[in-house]
């Protein structure tokens, strides 16, 4: 028997808030919810469902549609669009490069990042923390963790946030228009490793170009959607982390001066506040097979969502889930960078940035509050992607 109804309206205007209050209603009354908007698919909400569904990579796979709303329409992009055996070699060359050792070589220059950035927020008392600040500073830290010319910073910025936003407005045509120019990118920086090599211990591209598997090199176009995949992927979560982070030290500010005052403080905030604000909300799996959760058959094939800032949220979980609590103590039961195979690469250099981002952030300032609107992120992000701050 079909089990489809149009539960809820993925694409009704949301404020800042509203998306998780939605998640909240669902999780109560309706945890397994299916909508035909944004190309049909069912959302996993409460924490047990989204942890089984990314932990089985048997029975769901992500090879199919890895994303809600569907964004891949130049390619496939290793490792997050295989599935296990085939994303492991891709995963095995990646991970070393990610190591906590190795991203803390790169904390000193998020930092001097961090500062430069703020300069010009500081001295016109304000901005865009999005935008003008934590949109800017992953992208010069990959940029150094990459090795790309320098040059490359400023374009790779652009195309970067030009693709956010396609994806935020569910534009397809500009997707694949911004997607296109990143992959002219990752063409060229292989050209470039492929003529001047450099140490895969501390290379990602000339890594996958000396990566083998079953004794043969990666294919390159695979390996070009690889570089492609890590050209953009670290740039939006930092950004739409510290917009939330903004909003929500705006409206506390109490917990604002606490953590100024101790920054010690800070990493448990930092974990508390991925819990809270969790920023994807539509990675997705396909189910190989019928897969019941909660009375409801979803059918083989179909898109799942695993709705991983509703899940981070859930009070079965987390006592008073929608609340900030600072020393949580089960913060490391969140999802907030996924779990199972395809758990995220970059968890160690995220952290690493957003902490740093907010401890110079709180350092520079004596306080701050929003100075405009909130603008929200859409599927497949959520919380803030422009946060207006006034500095006092």
Not at 46 to 51: A, G, N, S, T
Not at 69 to 75: D, I, N, Q, R, Y
Not at 159 to 175: C, E, T, W
Not at 212 to 228: Q, T
Request: charged letters at 20%; a negative charge.
């Amino acid at each position: 028997m079909d089990q489809r109804r149009q539960d809820f309206d993925p694409g009704l205007p949301e404020d800042f808030d509203s998306a998780h209050a939605l998640f909240a209603q669902l999780r109560s009354e309706c945890p397994v919810a299916w909508t035909g908007e944004l190309g049909g698919f069912w959302a996993l909400t409460r924490y047990d469902d989204v942890r089984r569904a990314a932990s089985e990579s048997e029975t769901f796979v992500t090879s199919v549609q890895n994303v809600i709303p569907k964004v891949a329409f130049t390619g496939r992009r290793p490792p997050l669009h295989l599935d296990p055996p085939d994303h492991t070699p891709y995963r095995r060359t990646l991970n070393p490069l990610l190591s906590p050792a190795r991203v803390a070589q790169f904390e000193a220059v998020a930092r001097r990042y961090a500062r430069g950035l703020l300069e010009p927020l500081l001295a016109q008392g304000g901005g865009d923390i999005c935008g003008e600040y934590a949109s800017y500073l992953p992208v010069q830290v990959f940029g150094e963790w990459m090795n790309v010319p320098d040059h490359w910073i400023e374009p790779l910025h652009r195309s970067g946030r030009a693709f956010i936003l396609a994806v935020n407005m569910n534009d397809p045509a500009a997707m694949k228009a911004t997607s296109l120019k990143l992959y002219e990118m990752a063409r060229e920086l292989i050209a470039i490793r492929k003529a001047e090599p450099k140490d895969p211990a501390s290379d990602v591209t000339s890594a996958l170009l000396a990566a083998e598997y079953k004794g043969a090199p990666l294919p390159e176009e695979l390996v070009v959607g690889m570089v492609r995949q890590v050209l953009v992927v670290g740039i939006v979560a930092p950004t739409v982390t510290i917009g939330s982070i903004g909003v929500h030290l705006a409206r506390d500010r109490a917990l604002q001066d606490e953590l100024r005052a101790d920054p010690a403080k800070i990493p448990a905030a930092v974990e508390e506040f991925l819990r809270l604000y969790t920023p994807y909300r539509g990675f997705a799996r396909t189910a190989t097979c019928p897969v019941s959760f909660g009375g409801r058959t979803i059918p083989a094939g179909e898109a799942i969502a695993l709705v991983y800032a509703s899940a981070n949220r859930d009070d079965a979980v987390f006592a008073d889930g929608g609340t900030f609590v600072l020393d949580r103590p089960n913060i490391a039961e969140h999802l907030a960078f996924g779990r199972g195979p395809h758990n995220c690469p970059g968890i160690h250099l995220g952290r690493m940035e957003v902490r740093v981002m907010l401890e110079e952030l709180l350092a520079a300032t004596a306080g701050f509050e929003l100075a405009g609107p909130i603008e929200p992120a859409r599927w497949p992000e959520i919380g803030a992607i422009a946060v207006p701050l006034r500095f006092l």
